[in-house]
Nanobody
Framework: QVRLVESGGGLVQPGGSLRLSCVASGSSFSFNAMGWYRQAPGKGRELVAI???????NYADSVKGRFTISRDVAKKMVNLQMNSLKPEDTAVYYCSAISHGLHYWGQGTQVTVSS
C-alpha cells in the first residue's frame, strides 16, 4: 500500500519561508511524477507544483518565482521550498504521486501565513 507522508507545515508571517517535504513508502515501482497541491477553505484543490521523472516542472502562476520544487526520484521524495509567502498561500498542502495513471495522496499539512 502506497503511503505519502508530509512534513514541514506551520504558521509563518507574510514574507517568510517554509519548506515542505514528502516521502513515499510501500511501493515497489517508481512514480511518473510527484508534486504538491493545495486547498484553501471554501475552494477546490489546485496544483501548486509538480515534477516529472524526466525533470520537467510545472508551477501555478501564483507561485512562480517564489516556490521551488525538488525531487529525489530514487528516494521517492519531493520537497517544496516556499519563499515570500503571502496570506493567500494559506491552505492545506497535499503531496501527490502519480504512477501508471493512478493518483496517490498524502494526508495534508496545514500552512498558515498570518501576522
Amino acid at each position: 500500500q502506497v503511503r505519502l507522508v508530509e512534513s514541514g507545515g506551520g504558521l509563518v508571517q507574510p514574507g517568510g519561508s517554509l519548506r515542505l517535504s514528502c516521502v513515499a513508502s510501500g511501493s515497489s515501482f517508481s512514480f511518473n511524477a510527484m508534486g504538491w497541491y493545495r486547498q484553501a477553505p471554501g475552494k477546490g484543490r489546485e496544483l501548486v507544483a509538480i515534477e516529472t521523472s524526466g525533470g520537467s516542472t510545472n508551477y501555478a502562476d501564483s507561485v512562480k518565482g517564489r516556490f521551488t520544487i525538488s525531487r529525489d526520484v530514487a528516494k521517492k521524495m519531493v520537497n517544496l521550498q516556499m519563499n515570500s509567502l503571502k496570506p493567500e498561500d494559506t491552505a492545506v498542502y497535499y503531496c501527490s504521486a502519480i504512477s501508471h495513471g493512478l493518483h496517490y495522496w498524502g494526508q495534508g499539512t496545514q500552512v498558515t501565513v498570518s501576522s
